[in-house]
Protein backbone atom coordinates (compact mmCIF):
# COMPACT_ATOMS: atom_id res chain seq x y z
CA UNK A 1 0.00 0.00 0.00
CA UNK A 2 1.66 3.54 -0.73
CA UNK A 3 2.40 5.37 1.78
CA UNK A 4 4.17 8.49 2.63
CA UNK A 5 7.67 8.37 3.80
CA UNK A 6 9.67 11.06 5.53
CA UNK A 7 13.45 11.24 6.28
CA UNK A 8 15.36 11.59 8.88
CA UNK A 9 13.35 10.19 11.22
CA UNK A 10 15.21 12.07 13.83
CA UNK A 11 17.36 14.84 13.56
CA UNK A 12 19.40 16.82 15.93
CA UNK A 13 20.71 20.24 15.82
CA UNK A 14 22.22 23.48 17.42
CA UNK A 15 20.58 26.82 17.98
CA UNK A 16 20.48 29.17 15.04
CA UNK A 17 21.18 26.15 11.93
CA UNK A 18 19.38 25.39 8.95
CA UNK A 19 17.76 21.97 9.16
CA UNK A 20 15.52 20.51 6.05
CA UNK A 21 12.92 17.85 6.77
CA UNK A 22 12.42 15.95 3.37
CA UNK A 23 8.96 13.70 2.59
CA UNK A 24 8.07 12.05 -0.61
CA UNK A 25 4.04 11.81 -0.49
CA UNK A 26 2.16 9.26 -2.06
CA UNK A 27 2.57 9.78 -5.86
CA UNK A 28 -0.68 10.62 -7.21
CA UNK A 29 -1.81 12.75 -4.55
CA UNK A 30 -1.98 16.43 -5.07
CA UNK A 31 -2.12 18.49 -1.87
CA UNK A 32 0.72 18.68 0.97
CA UNK A 33 1.12 19.35 4.08
CA UNK A 34 3.06 19.69 7.07
CA UNK A 35 2.23 19.38 10.47
CA UNK A 36 4.27 19.70 13.43
CA UNK A 37 3.12 18.25 17.00
CA UNK A 38 5.56 19.41 20.38
CA UNK A 39 5.94 16.56 22.96
CA UNK A 40 3.17 16.88 24.90
CA UNK A 41 0.90 18.40 22.75
CA UNK A 42 -1.55 18.75 19.85
CA UNK A 43 -0.78 18.29 16.38
CA UNK A 44 -0.27 21.98 14.74
CA UNK A 45 -1.29 22.97 11.20
CA UNK A 46 1.94 24.59 9.24
CA UNK A 47 1.16 24.78 5.83
CA UNK A 48 -0.86 23.62 2.47
CA UNK A 49 0.63 23.24 -0.75
CA UNK A 50 -0.98 22.55 -4.28
CA UNK A 51 0.03 23.68 -7.96
CA UNK A 52 3.09 24.24 -6.92
CA UNK A 53 2.27 27.03 -4.42
CA UNK A 54 1.36 27.84 -0.37
CA UNK A 55 -1.93 27.58 -0.29
CA UNK A 56 -2.49 28.67 3.27
CA UNK A 57 -0.21 28.55 6.21
CA UNK A 58 -0.56 28.66 9.92
CA UNK A 59 0.89 32.01 12.40
CA UNK A 60 3.75 29.82 13.31
CA UNK A 61 4.85 29.41 9.88
CA UNK A 62 6.61 32.55 9.60
CA UNK A 63 9.71 34.28 7.27
CA UNK A 64 11.95 31.18 8.85
CA UNK A 65 10.19 28.71 7.19
CA UNK A 66 9.75 27.84 3.55
CA UNK A 67 8.25 24.94 1.83
CA UNK A 68 9.18 23.65 -1.47
CA UNK A 69 8.81 20.66 -3.97
CA UNK A 70 11.95 20.36 -5.47
CA UNK A 71 11.72 17.68 -8.14
CA UNK A 72 8.14 16.72 -8.27
CA UNK A 73 8.22 13.75 -5.72
CA UNK A 74 9.87 15.47 -2.73
CA UNK A 75 8.96 18.10 -0.34
CA UNK A 76 10.63 19.74 1.93
CA UNK A 77 10.66 22.01 4.74
CA UNK A 78 13.14 23.90 5.79
CA UNK A 79 13.82 25.61 9.13
CA UNK A 80 16.46 28.25 8.41
CA UNK A 81 17.78 29.35 11.82
CA UNK A 82 16.18 27.43 14.07
CA UNK A 83 14.69 28.06 18.04
CA UNK A 84 14.60 25.99 20.86
CA UNK A 85 10.91 25.51 20.51
CA UNK A 86 11.48 24.56 17.03
CA UNK A 87 11.73 20.71 18.29
CA UNK A 88 8.92 19.25 18.00
CA UNK A 89 8.02 15.81 15.88
CA UNK A 90 7.20 17.42 12.35
CA UNK A 91 4.42 15.34 10.24
CA UNK A 92 4.13 14.99 6.27
CA UNK A 93 0.61 14.04 5.16
CA UNK A 94 -0.68 14.49 1.49
CA UNK A 95 -4.38 13.92 0.26
CA UNK A 96 -5.51 13.20 -3.17
CA UNK A 97 -7.58 15.39 -5.57
CA UNK A 98 -8.90 17.86 -2.94
CA UNK A 99 -8.56 19.83 0.24
CA UNK A 100 -11.14 17.33 1.81
CA UNK A 101 -10.53 13.73 1.35
CA UNK A 102 -8.55 12.08 3.76
CA UNK A 103 -5.23 13.12 4.31
CA UNK A 104 -2.16 10.70 4.90
CA UNK A 105 0.69 11.36 7.10
CA UNK A 106 4.00 10.10 7.42
CA UNK A 107 6.19 8.46 10.06
CA UNK A 108 7.70 12.16 11.24
CA UNK A 109 10.54 13.37 12.07
CA UNK A 110 11.76 14.28 15.54
CA UNK A 111 13.37 17.59 15.29
CA UNK A 112 15.87 18.61 18.54
CA UNK A 113 16.94 21.68 18.94
CA UNK A 114 19.96 22.51 21.56
CA UNK B 1 -11.63 28.45 19.50
CA UNK B 2 -12.02 26.31 15.83
CA UNK B 3 -10.49 22.57 17.09
CA UNK B 4 -12.66 19.73 18.42
CA UNK B 5 -13.08 19.10 22.11
CA UNK B 6 -12.49 15.59 23.16
CA UNK B 7 -13.86 13.64 26.14
CA UNK B 8 -13.04 11.89 28.05
CA UNK B 9 -9.13 12.97 28.04
CA UNK B 10 -7.96 9.18 29.08
CA UNK B 11 -9.99 6.40 29.13
CA UNK B 12 -9.06 2.63 30.52
CA UNK B 13 -11.13 -0.60 29.78
CA UNK B 14 -10.71 -4.22 29.39
CA UNK B 15 -10.01 -6.49 26.79
CA UNK B 16 -13.28 -7.30 25.03
CA UNK B 17 -14.61 -3.97 25.89
CA UNK B 18 -16.27 -1.64 23.80
CA UNK B 19 -14.32 2.21 23.94
CA UNK B 20 -16.25 5.21 23.29
CA UNK B 21 -14.73 8.60 22.63
CA UNK B 22 -16.53 12.07 21.70
CA UNK B 23 -15.77 15.17 19.80
CA UNK B 24 -17.91 18.20 19.89
CA UNK B 25 -16.89 21.48 17.92
CA UNK B 26 -18.53 24.78 17.63
CA UNK B 27 -18.98 26.07 14.22
CA UNK B 28 -19.75 24.11 11.05
CA UNK B 29 -17.26 22.02 9.31
CA UNK B 30 -16.78 19.88 5.66
CA UNK B 31 -16.09 16.80 6.99
CA UNK B 32 -14.08 15.23 10.32
CA UNK B 33 -11.53 12.81 10.45
CA UNK B 34 -10.13 10.41 13.14
CA UNK B 35 -6.82 9.40 13.46
CA UNK B 36 -4.82 7.26 15.98
CA UNK B 37 -1.14 7.65 17.10
CA UNK B 38 0.64 5.07 18.71
CA UNK B 39 3.10 6.40 21.22
CA UNK B 40 5.55 8.40 19.67
CA UNK B 41 4.83 7.22 16.10
CA UNK B 42 2.75 8.30 13.05
CA UNK B 43 -0.84 9.44 12.53
CA UNK B 44 -3.05 6.60 11.06
CA UNK B 45 -5.94 7.91 9.48
CA UNK B 46 -9.21 5.90 10.60
CA UNK B 47 -12.47 7.13 9.46
CA UNK B 48 -13.57 10.28 7.63
CA UNK B 49 -16.88 11.24 7.97
CA UNK B 50 -18.73 14.17 6.01
CA UNK B 51 -21.22 16.73 7.20
CA UNK B 52 -24.24 14.99 5.27
CA UNK B 53 -23.22 11.28 6.39
CA UNK B 54 -24.67 10.49 10.00
CA UNK B 55 -22.77 7.35 10.53
CA UNK B 56 -19.89 5.23 8.81
CA UNK B 57 -18.51 1.74 10.04
CA UNK B 58 -15.02 0.06 9.19
CA UNK B 59 -14.28 -3.08 10.70
CA UNK B 60 -14.40 -2.48 14.55
CA UNK B 61 -15.03 0.88 14.32
CA UNK B 62 -18.19 3.02 14.31
CA UNK B 63 -18.19 7.06 13.75
CA UNK B 64 -21.03 8.70 13.85
CA UNK B 65 -22.06 12.54 13.63
CA UNK B 66 -24.62 14.94 14.75
CA UNK B 67 -24.50 18.05 13.15
CA UNK B 68 -27.03 19.45 15.24
CA UNK B 69 -25.54 18.85 18.37
CA UNK B 70 -21.77 19.89 16.63
CA UNK B 71 -20.47 16.31 18.19
CA UNK B 72 -18.76 13.06 17.08
CA UNK B 73 -18.52 10.11 18.68
CA UNK B 74 -15.80 7.13 18.08
CA UNK B 75 -17.08 3.41 18.69
CA UNK B 76 -14.53 0.72 18.98
CA UNK B 77 -16.24 -2.63 19.45
CA UNK B 78 -14.35 -5.71 21.36
CA UNK B 79 -11.56 -3.75 21.69
CA UNK B 80 -7.98 -5.29 21.68
CA UNK B 81 -4.39 -4.38 23.76
CA UNK B 82 -3.35 -3.55 20.62
CA UNK B 83 -5.66 -0.77 20.49
CA UNK B 84 -4.11 1.26 23.04
CA UNK B 85 -3.30 4.27 21.44
CA UNK B 86 -4.44 8.17 21.65
CA UNK B 87 -7.45 8.83 19.09
CA UNK B 88 -7.77 12.19 17.52
CA UNK B 89 -10.56 13.96 16.05
CA UNK B 90 -9.75 15.91 13.25
CA UNK B 91 -12.02 18.72 11.80
CA UNK B 92 -12.09 20.68 8.25
CA UNK B 93 -13.91 23.44 7.87
CA UNK B 94 -15.48 24.94 4.51
CA UNK B 95 -12.66 27.53 4.03
CA UNK B 96 -9.90 25.02 3.25
CA UNK B 97 -8.22 22.00 3.85
CA UNK B 98 -6.47 22.08 6.59
CA UNK B 99 -7.04 19.44 9.75
CA UNK B 100 -7.86 21.17 12.81
CA UNK B 101 -6.67 18.69 15.54
CA UNK B 102 -8.04 17.96 19.47
CA UNK B 103 -6.28 17.07 22.30
CA UNK B 104 -6.97 13.74 22.26
CA UNK B 105 -8.62 10.79 23.90
CA UNK B 106 -5.80 8.18 25.12
CA UNK B 107 -7.21 4.58 25.26
CA UNK B 108 -5.81 2.04 27.21
CA UNK B 109 -6.95 -1.54 26.69
CA UNK B 110 -5.76 -4.38 29.65
CA UNK B 111 -4.95 -7.35 29.08
Known amino acids: EPEVTQTPSHQVTQMGQEVILRCVPI?????FYWYRQILGQKVEFLVSFYNNEISEKSEIFDDQFSVERPDGSNFTLKIRSTKLEDSAMYFCASSLQTAYNEQFFGPGTRLTVL | SQQGEEDPQALSIQEGENATMNCSYKTSINNLQWYRQNSGRGLVHLIL?????REKHSGRLRVTLDTSKKSSSLLITASRAADTASYFCALIYNQGGKLIFGQGTELSVKP
Open chain 1, 27 to 31: SNHLY
Open chain 2, 49 to 53: IRSNE
